[in-house]
């Protein structure tokens, strides 16, 4: 985890809060990077991807992969591959899925994803937790990993100011 800085804490109101930080990250995203969403059931996990997802153009319905463990969403800047690990027992499960290419030429979005961390050298972690003052606010406790998930972080942070 880069420790340069704490890592940022956001205070999310609404689900307009959390999907306005989906689109900051979505506009400054590109091939080959990768989010990894963590948080309890209903943290919002699923709502931040699909947030994401029309952010990038796609007018695809997105859905929670549980039990497809992988869905891939068509958008202009190139595919989105939307995984859930919860139900892997492993990472080697994970390398099993041969989805190396996917993410190589798209961006990705792995909801449960803290275990696949060392899967991929560089990534933002997202971690939503439920607010307490509000049924739809989440704190967003956020850190990254490698130049590129710095610079990924760094974009969205400086996106949300706009």
């Not at 989010?35 to 919002?44: D, E, S, T, Y």
């Not at 937790?129 to 606010?137: I, L, R």
Request: proline share 6%; with cysteine; aromatic share 6%.
């Amino acid at each position: 985890m880069n420790t340069s800085n704490p890592p940022p804490v956001l205070h999310l109101e609404s689900e307009a809060k959390t999907a306005k930080l989906a689109a900051a990250f979505a506009q400054n995203m590109q091939a080959g990077d990768v989010l990894l969403l963590n948080g309890g059931l209903a943290a919002g996990k699923t709502l931040f991807v699909r947030a994401a997802v029309a952010a990038l153009g796609s007018e695809d319905a997105v859905s929670s992969p549980t039990y497809t463990l992988a869905n891939i969403y068509t958008c202009p800047k190139g595919p989105v591959v939307h995984m859930d690990a919860y139900r892997l027992e492993s990472p080697a499960e994970f390398s099993d899925l041969a989805l190396e290419d996917e993410f190589a030429r798209g961006m990705a979005f792995i909801e449960w994803g803290a275990m696949l961390a060392g899967d991929f050298d560089a990534y933002v972690s997202l971690t939503l937790d439920m607010d307490p003052s509000s049924a739809q606010a989440r704190i967003a406790r956020l850190s990254s990993e490698g130049p590129r998930g710095a610079a990924l972080l760094a974009q969205a942070l400086e996106a949300l100011k706009t």
